[in-house]
T-cell receptor, first 112, second 115 residues
Framework: TQLLEQSPQFLSIQEGENLTVYCNSS?????LQWYRQEPGEGPVLLVTVVTGGEVKKLKRLTFQFGDARKDSSLHITAAQTGDTGLYLC????????????FGQGTRLTINP | EAGVVQSPRYKIIEKKQPVAFWCNPI?????LYWYLQNLGQGPELLIR????????DSQLPKDRFSAERLKGVDSTLKIQPAELGDSAVYLCASSLFSGAYNEQFFGPGTRLTVL
């Protein structure tokens, strides 16, 4: 059983479309991170959210942490082919915890 | 600043053979992690070091896996003997414990294929 459930597991859309991927749990997290992983590479940190209800923007990417700190979403506006990759959410159950729990990932494909 | 370095990038071995992976973390990072990642899945923690001490190895299959981090810098993960089910990507990550948020930096991984 995954502590963090990501949905959808696979998403394939056309360039220019918008999309949202989700990361859900029944547990409360102290902080949550989103990573992007490209084939043959390790995950790269995109953002860390720490406050319930927090919204962070990174160019065309908008990240939101749920009010109860049990879920998060990643919204991409006007997707580009360079956004293709595996998006992973990872959470820390305790503030300052050195252990992260990872979701299974959403594999995103942006078609030209 | 150099990132996390792992070698080899790829390894193909026959089952029952031993294999070792090496990781050099970002300079100054005191925490080092080894993860296993199956295709299309998220990383799963195998072992976490704080300096030279293994502080979380609960998910490490100790009958065949071993790891060390001598001098608290680079680390080696070993499998002996390898099984078919060990085929996966082995990721190393490091972080600087700041007491706030754990932001981990990953290496490119070693893709292991066991035949």
């Amino acid at each position: 059983t995954q502590l963090l459930e990501q949905s959808p597991q696979f998403l394939s859309i056309q360039e220019g479309e918008n999309l949202t991927v989700y990361c859900n749990s029944s547990s409360v997290f102290s902080s949550l991170q989103w990573y992007r992983q490209e084939p043959g590479e390790g995950p790269v940190l995109l953002v860390t959210v720490v406050t319930g209800g927090e919204v962070k923007k990174l160019k065309r990417l908008t990240f939101q942490f749920g009010d109860a700190r049990k879920d998060s979403s990643l919204h991409i506006t006007a997707a580009q082919t360079g956004d293709t990759g595996l998006y992973l959410c990872a959470g820390a159950l305790i503030q300052g915890a050195q252990k992260l729990v990872f979701g299974q990932g959403t594999r995103l494909t942006i078609n030209p | 600043e150099a990132g996390v370095v792992q070698s080899p990038r790829y390894k193909i071995i026959e089952k029952k053979q031993p294999v070792a992976f090496w990781c050099n973390p970002i300079s100054g990072h005191n925490t080092l992690y080894w993860y296993l990642q199956n295709l299309g899945q998220g990383p799963e923690l195998l072992i976490r070091y704080e300096n030279e001490e293994a502080v979380d190895d609960s998910q490490l299959p100790k009958d065949r896996f071993s790891a060390e981090r001598l001098k608290g810098v680079d680390s080696t993960l070993k499998i002996q003997p390898a099984e078919l089910g060990d085929s996966a990507v082995y990721l190393c990550a490091s972080s600087l414990f700041s007491g706030a948020y754990n932001e981990q930096f990953f290496g490119p991984g070693t893709r292991l294929t066991v035949l």
